[in-house]
């Protein structure tokens, strides 16, 4: 077979033009399938990336947050101590549960005035240790003390963004705004105005959480809210957990408890970025799919071409032919030689195939985000993509080969003499 395999290369060289054309098919196929399997690579990775840098360390927690039932109009349960504390029980995966509250307000400071995207924001009411767990960092200030939050203080960390919409003088630290409010109650609508002191400016675009971007989020101990609210009940729920692989145990265990806990079914909605980063891959996957399949068409093409070619090929060679069966070849040896014949050639297709693929693949991920101002893209190699693509080369010129291959070896060495 390694005979047949060097005879094939001289064969090929000798013949350049014809080996050319076809080869051609087989190239353009392979091309496109790396070129589409390694720019979703390069995407997806990138994209998971971004997901993981733009969120704080949100791939081993999760959102909890009770479903709306739609018999009674109300939340399916009411997300208290008894609640958290019920949570913990039943697995050991779970590491910290945190409660947070929200309260839309209006952000003002004396004569500055804020365009409508930055005075109305929402006031997240964070419990101890949440800005830590979410490694949220800041430019300047310091987080929130222990005293901050049993005394409920009137203190605030800002958004860099909206620090600096606020403060357009600098240094934000210590300085006074003001936060306005409306709670509603068996009276109606109340109004509230309150004085806060800046402690702390969050780090320029850290990351966008379940409250949006963190350039304009206003921060203050959780007991302010309730306080303001009169209630003690939570509006969103965040549970951090070991591992990102703890996910799926950890969220069987938050609907079984959330359902005993309420007494109905489906009554929780859980959501943690990796669902969205199994989404995006789904999504990619399937372009991917469907791009593929198309790619393989042009190597159906491609193999047409290396049938034909080689058909022709066996009508030249129909002398060589009738010598080696003369000197004792079998049928089985002509059949593997131009088998070798065709799976050599698009198996060069392939190599050709795939250098020029990851060489496109390359330049677009490098330069063309460069050029048109898009975020950078990871240069990934699909691994799965190279090997399966040039699989598939060879198995198409085996496929193809086949036909000619048997006519070659069921010619009359006689007639073929003659």
Known sequence: ?????????????????????????????????????????????????????????????????PNWNPETHQISFKVNETYRKGLYRGTNKIKKIFYTNNISTMVLRGSVELDNMYSTQQLIGVEPDWLEYKKIELAYGRYFTLDDHAESRQRVILGSTLAEKLFPEGNALGKKCVLSFITYGPRGQTPHLFFFEVIGVITKNVSNGIYGNSDTRILVPRRFITKLKNTTEADEIEVFFADETDYNEVKSHIHAYSDTF?????????????????????????????????????????????????????????????????????????????????????????????????????????????????????????????????????????????????????????????
């Open 1 to 65: 077979m390694l005979e047949d395999f060097l005879n094939a290369l001289k064969y090929f060289k000798t013949h350049k033009l014809r080996t050319f054309l076809s080869l051609l098919g087989i190239v353009i196929g392979i091309t496109a399938v790396i070129v589409i399997t390694t720019l979703g690579s390069s995407l997806y990775g990138s994209l998971i990336s971004i997901l993981k840098n733009n969120t704080t360390n949100q791939t081993n927690m999760c959102t909890v947050s």
């Open 262 to 418: 309420s007494n109905s079914s489906n009554s929780v909605y859980v959501y943690g970025i990796i669902e969205q980063m199994d989404a995006v891959n789904q999504v990619l996957t399937m372009v991917q799919i469907i791009l593929s399949a198309i790619a393989f068409i042009s190597l159906f093409v491609g193999g047409i071409n290396i049938m034909n070619i080689m058909i022709a090929t066996v009508t030249e060679r129909k002398k060589e032919i009738g010598i080696r069966k003369a000197l004792g070849a079998t049928n089985q040896n002509i059949t593997i030689q131009f088998l070798v014949e065709a799976a050599s050639l698009s198996f060069l297709g392939g190599i050709l195939g795939s250098i020029i693929g990851l060489l496109i693949s390359f330049i677009t991920v490098k330069f063309i985000p460069t050029a048109v101002n898009l975020a950078e893209i990871e240069f990934i190699i699909n691994v799965t993509g190279l090997v399966v693509a040039s699989s598939v080369s060879v198995l198409i010129g085996i496929f193809f080969g086949l036909r000619p291959a048997r006519k070659a070896a069921k010619l009359d060495p006689i007639k073929a003499l003659s």
